[in-house]
């Protein structure tokens, strides 16, 4: 994936008092959002406005308008890549499904409940925790899975989907496994679903293995 530059850091480690470590990727379903932080000083004393927080961010990255050509035209598309991926225990192959720093910067974040009251954040901070409990998932998911044979007989979105500006999330996806005793379990192992403009991507690989 590609890493934001900006601010990053240091924000980070103001607000992990008020963010769990182990939260995952995304609103309640993903990350917890009663407890997210305020907006967080990104200079001195004052509080600069989230549309030039917005802007800083964005200034480091590459400019997208659409997830592109790389990402799946079908939620069945994106699964089916993603249990291939986990087959071939390919971490690049995943990181390809995943939303990247631009596309989180220019097309998810701005219309996220995250740049607006009550659970606003600096762009970087959301960026860094998003991306660092992504890895964290990725590692559980190639150690437990990489390599081996998934047998996925469908999926699951519960809950009705949330609409933020342009796109598109379903929160809480399980996939149907059948296993080596012949039991079918509900495993969820990515994070929340995105769609913009009929192309499907993954939020984070943030799971709960």
Excluded at 41 to 68: H, K, N, T, W, Y
Excluded at 73 to 99: C, P, Q, Y
Excluded at 111 to 136: C, D, I, M
Aim: hydrophobic share 45%; net charge neutral; charged share 25%.
């Amino acid at each position: 994936m590609q890493r934001a530059s900006t601010l990053g850091v240091g924000l980070l480690a103001l607000v992990c008092a008020a963010c769990s470590a182990e939260a995952e990727g995304r609103g309640m379903a993903e990350r917890g959002i009663a407890g997210m932080a305020a907006p967080v000083s990104a200079g001195g004393d004052s509080i600069l406005p989230m549309p030039e927080m917005i802007e800083r961010f964005q200034a480091g990255l590459p400019p997208v308008g659409s997830f592109g050509p790389g990402a799946a035209a079908s939620r069945e598309e994106l699964i089916a890549r993603f249990v291939a991926a986990v087959e071939d225990g390919s971490a690049a192959a995943l990181r390809e499904l995943v939303l990247n720093a631009s596309e989180f910067a220019y097309l998810y974040f701005p219309t996220s409940p995250f740049a607006r009251e009550p659970y606003a954040q600096p762009p970087a901070v959301n960026w860094l925790l998003l991306e660092q409990n992504g890895l964290k998932g990725e590692r559980r998911l190639l150690r437990e899975y990489g390599g081996k044979r998934l047998l996925v007989e469908g999926h699951r979105c519960a809950g009705d989907v949330r609409v933020e500006g342009a796109n598109r999330l379903w929160p809480s996806c399980v996939l149907f496994i059948r296993r080596g005793d012949g039991r079918l379990e509900e495993m969820r192992l990515f994070g929340s679903i995105i769609e913009r403009a009929g192309r499907y991507k993954l939020l984070s690989l943030a799971n709960r293995l």
